[in-house]
């Protein structure tokens, strides 16, 4: 999702429709004195065992390993990576055979794999996957049983499917897609009838783990691979058609284009913009000359594909911004009008159930909202500098802190086991873990 630093002061007040506590300051990592409070920017929360990993800057020791337990006390740094005031910045977390799998970037070798167990003598480098200084940047990456497979560029073969069992003798190229040094991108990974599939720059391939296994599904560009229900959509590129939306059981033969929206070459997804799984169909962005671009349903059928609503009446484009899904099966998202801006509304996948759920910044200014999760059958987005919560039934509120949170960080909003995780300042404090259980 596009993110943007808000510094607006936000006001706070109580929302009796918060069904959870109060946001909390979990610790000033970066406590340093100056003028002004300054930050640990923490960023890519994620579950390892029973404690939360994140990358938090320190003046002595740059971006590097941080853990949490969700106490002041049990906040620490796990390494220090990059020694120095350098920054490792790491990223991309994934668990494999009970250790942690990241990114991590070093002088000595750019940014490459890494694996911890959660201390520093645990932490170190998995595997120097393109030799050098110069960085393999592992990419996309989903974990398979015992094994985890991955995009990495070894400097010989392009950005290409790689696979790891989490030790260093275990990690190997698993399929050259384009054989030669142009690589095919591999992404958006995803679990789908006890395989893995994904999207790559010459189509839609699956893999079961193997260089045999690994086979081409549909040729030509894909994208934004999604499951919902029994079927996978993405779209996909060609010259003939434009970008369009697809539909695949997994089969070459049961994979097969949606009926164009925009017959001929012009795109039927606009802007390439992400697939949303909504139950059994999806929604995505449409466009056509009689609608612009709005939002869209499909199950994969000309019967079932089709305009949910003209948000921005006529020609003009509301745009519909990402979506987040409840478990009740209502999907938010950010949607642009004349008259009220760039606002949040949601959907139940009808035209009659497609409505604005509050205007943040009256009249034709936006609300800035970004980075909208779901929790339950509420959802949290940041908005005009703060953290705001909205069922769709109830006004949406400002979340009450018990310290005054007046700003979001960049990284935005992230839901862990039902807690929520974010970079928050106050006035006392540069932007720092904070969470909400």
């Not at 100056?34 to 994620?46: G, Y």
């Not at 938090?56 to 220090?80: I, K």
């Not at 929206?261 to 913009?273: E, K, L, T, V, Y």
């Amino acid at each position: 999702m596009r993110r943007i630093t808000l510094a607006v002061v936000a006001t706070l007040v109580a929302s009796m429709s918060l069904h959870a506590q109060s946001p909390y300051l979990v610790k000033d990592v970066n406590s340093t004195t100056t003028a002004s409070p300054l930050s640990s920017t923490p960023n890519n929360f994620f579950r390892f065992g029973s404690r939360i990993v994140f990358a938090a800057a320190t003046p002595g020791f740059g971006s590097e390993l941080w853990s949490t337990d969700g106490s002041e006390a049990g906040t620490t740094q796990v390494a220090d990576i990059n020694a120095g005031s350098g920054s490792s910045s790491p990223s991309h977390f994934a668990v494999l055979n009970g250790k942690l799998i990241f990114n991590a970037t070093d002088p000595r070798w750019g940014t490459e794999l890494w694996t911890s167990d959660g201390t520093a003598a645990g932490t170190r480098l998995l595997a120097d996957i393109r030799l050098g200084t110069a960085p393999s940047s592992p990419g996309d990456r989903i974990v398979y049983g015992d094994k985890m497979i991955f995009a990495a560029d070894d400097g010989v073969h392009g950005n290409e499917l790689w696979v790891t069992d989490g030790t260093s003798a275990g990690i190997r190229l698993l399929k050259d897609l384009f054989p030669g040094p142009v690589g095919t991108d591999p992404s958006e990974f995803v679990l789908f009838h006890g395989a893995v599939y994904f999207c790559a720059s010459n189509g839609l391939w699956k893999s079961d783990g193997t260089e045999a296994g690994t086979v081409q599904v549909k040729e030509g560009y894909a994208y934004s691979l999604v499951v919902a229900g029994s079927q996978m959509f993405f779209g996909s590129q060609n010259d003939a058609t434009g970008d369009e939306l697809w539909v695949s059981d997994g089969t070459p033969a049961g994979t097969r284009m949606v009926p164009e929206i925009n017959p001929g070459r012009a795109p039927s997804i606009a802007f390439r913009a992400p697939l949303t799984a909504f139950g059994d169909r999806v929604l995505f962005n449409g466009v056509e000359s009689q609608h612009g671009v709005e939002l869209w349903i499909s199950d994969g059928t000309a019967a079932g594909t089709h305009l949910v609503r003209d948000i921005a009446a006529g020609t003009a484009s509301s745009r519909p911004g990402p979506h987040a899904v409840t478990d009740g099966g209502v999907a938010f998202f950010t949607a642009t009008t004349e008259g009220s801006g760039e606002e949040l509304w949601k959907t139940d996948g009808t035209e009659g159930g497609t409505l604005p759920v509050t205007d943040i910044v009256p009249g034709r200014a936006s609300g800035g909202i970004n980075s909208i999760v779901a929790r339950g059958n509420r959802i949290y987005f940041i908005a005009a500098g703060g953290l705001w919560t909205a069922d769709g039934i109830m006004a949406t509120k400002p979340v009450q802190a018990s310290d005054a949170v007046v700003a979001l960080g960049s990284s935005g909003l992230t839901i862990i086991d039902g807690i929520l995780y974010f970079a928050g300042a106050n006035h006392l404090n540069g932007y720092e873990p904070w969470k909400s259980d």
